[in-house]
């Protein structure tokens, strides 16, 4: 008799238990394909970094964008993506449903925003560009250089030009540090790869003397199909033992007292960047070099001219002797401001 009644119980409990699981079943399978509640425009989703899939579950349905967090984190196991959703900002729209939710979020789908970090800038420029754009989180703000190159894995290393120049895009709540290890590994990669490809018999040592070459020429034109020849007059002037007596590097010495003219005193500032005094390359670069720059330095022009002088429109006259480039100096730089005078004093 207490057999047969143990037996009922069981096959009851057992039947229950199926109903149960058919009925959920049913639930989750309804869950999974309803469509979210949205405003017609649709909405934006957060999902900051550390987040669970229940923290996420719980955060949807406060927002009223699903019914129930607890079908949401089943179907999130059922599917087994529970640990594999993303950080960031999502883009929710109208005809979406929890499983297309689930599926964005996995997948990282998630709105992204830019910043361009121009060839030429200093490392202070692109680190004031960052720490103003409004979805990156700021975790170093007044550390020094040395505080942030420390910070971001690479210490006793100088920061300038060692960040590749690009327009990045990246989710909200991207760090500084995560940003700017990105662009140093980048500048890292695509300077090796240039290095590993140079041109021979350069009078260059190593791939870090080769980015200073190229922020030198990054700052001395914005024509791209001058870098060869800028860089062939440097490498010729290396070789020979010339001083490189590039205005750029001057003006990077003087740092914040450069008031935006170069004068007589300041060629002869003794600073470990005033090519006029020293041969050689400058320390470290003084800017962040594009990718035709790096190449320029790496790759010169066949050219054998000693000197180049700005015509006053962006572009240089290259001269192969002394004698020429004075010229030069006086049709395009003398006469120049002969003429800027005259225009002055009848204005």
Same mark, same amino acid.
């Not at 002394?322 to 030069?328: I, S, T, V």
């Given at each position: 008799?207490?057999?047969?009644?143990? @037996?009922?119980?069981?096959?009851?409990?057992? #039947?229950?238990?199926? =109903?149960?699981?058919?009925? *959920?079943? !049913?639930? +989750?399978? &309804?869950?999974?394909?309803?469509?979210?509640?949205?405003?017609?425009?649709?909405?934006?989703?957060?999902?900051?970094?550390?987040?669970?899939? @229940?923290?996420?579950?719980?955060?949807?349905? #406060?927002?009223?964008? =699903?019914?129930?967090?607890? *079908?949401? !984190?089943? +179907?999130? &196991?059922?599917?087994?993506?529970?640990?594999?959703?993303?950080?960031?900002?999502?883009?929710?729209?109208?005809?979406?449903?929890?499983?297309?939710?689930?599926?964005?979020?996995?997948?990282?789908?998630?709105?992204?925003?830019?910043?361009?970090?121009?060839?030429?800038?200093?490392? &202070?420029?692109?680190?004031?560009?960052?720490?103003?754009?409004?979805?990156?989180?700021?975790?170093?703000?007044?550390?020094?250089?040395?505080?942030?190159?420390?910070?971001?894995?690479?210490?006793?290393?100088?920061?300038?030009?060692?960040?590749?120049?690009?327009?990045?895009?990246?989710?909200?709540?991207?760090?500084?540090?995560?940003?700017?290890?990105?662009?140093?590994?980048?500048?890292?990669?695509?300077?090796?790869?240039?290095?590993?490809?140079?041109?021979?018999?350069?009078?260059?040592?190593?791939?870090?003397?080769?980015?200073?070459?190229?922020?030198?020429?990054?700052?001395?034109?914005?024509?791209?199909?001058?870098?060869?020849?800028?860089?062939?007059?440097?490498?010729?002037?290396?070789?020979?033992?010339?001083?490189?007596?590039?205005?750029?590097?001057?003006?990077?010495?003087?740092?914040?007292?450069?008031?935006?003219?170069?004068?007589?005193?300041?060629?002869?500032?003794?600073?470990?960047?005033?090519?006029?005094?020293?041969?050689?390359?400058?320390?470290?670069?003084?800017?962040?070099?594009?990718?035709?720059?790096?190449?320029?330095?790496?790759?010169?022009?066949?050219?054998?001219?000693?000197?180049?002088?700005?015509?006053?429109?962006?572009?240089?006259?290259?001269?192969?002797?002394?004698?020429?480039?004075?010229?030069?100096?006086?049709?395009?730089?003398?006469?120049?401001?002969?003429?800027?005078?005259?225009?002055?004093?009848?204005?």
């Amino acid at each position: 008799m207490m057999f047969r009644i143990v @037996k009922k119980l069981f096959v009851m409990g057992v #039947l229950i238990l199926v =109903i149960g699981i058919s009925i *959920l079943v !049913i639930q +989750l399978y &309804r869950f999974q394909s309803e469509i979210i509640s949205l405003p017609d425009s649709g909405r934006t989703f957060v999902i900051i970094p550390g987040s669970n899939i @229940k923290t996420i579950a719980h955060q949807l349905s #406060l927002e009223k964008i =699903i019914d129930d967090p607890w *079908l949401f !984190i089943l +179907l999130a &196991r059922v599917k087994g993506v529970e640990t594999k959703v993303r950080a960031g900002e999502y883009r929710l729209q109208q005809d979406q449903s929890a499983l297309d939710l689930l599926d964005t979020f996995t997948k990282g789908h998630s709105i992204q925003y830019s910043l361009s970090i121009i060839e030429g800038w200093s490392f &202070r420029e692109m680190i004031h560009e960052m720490q103003k754009h409004p979805v990156i989180t700021n975790q170093l703000r007044g550390k020094s250089d040395a505080e942030i190159m420390a910070t971001i894995g690479y210490p006793g290393q100088h920061p300038e030009g060692l960040f590749f120049p690009d327009t990045y895009r990246f989710p909200r709540g991207t760090t500084d540090i995560q940003f700017l290890q990105r662009a140093y590994r980048l500048m890292q990669n695509y300077l090796q790869r240039e290095w590993d490809n140079r041109a021979p018999d350069l009078p260059i040592a190593s791939s870090y003397e080769a980015l200073i070459l190229a922020s030198i020429i990054e700052k001395e034109t914005g024509v791209a199909h001058e870098r060869p020849l800028i860089a062939a007059v440097f490498i010729q002037r290396l070789k020979k033992g010339m001083r490189l007596q590039t205005d750029p590097t001057i003006i990077y010495g003087l740092g914040e007292s450069f008031d935006g003219n170069i004068r007589a005193r300041d060629l002869k500032k003794d600073t470990p960047y005033n090519t006029y005094l020293h041969k050689g390359l400058t320390p470290t670069p003084i800017a962040l070099p594009g990718l035709e720059a790096i190449r320029a330095a790496l790759h010169p022009a066949d050219n054998d001219a000693l000197y180049f002088v700005s015509r006053g429109d962006g572009t240089h006259h290259f001269s192969k002797t002394l004698k020429e480039h004075n010229k030069a100096v006086v049709k395009y730089q003398l006469k120049g401001r002969k003429n800027r005078r005259k225009i002055s004093s009848e204005s």
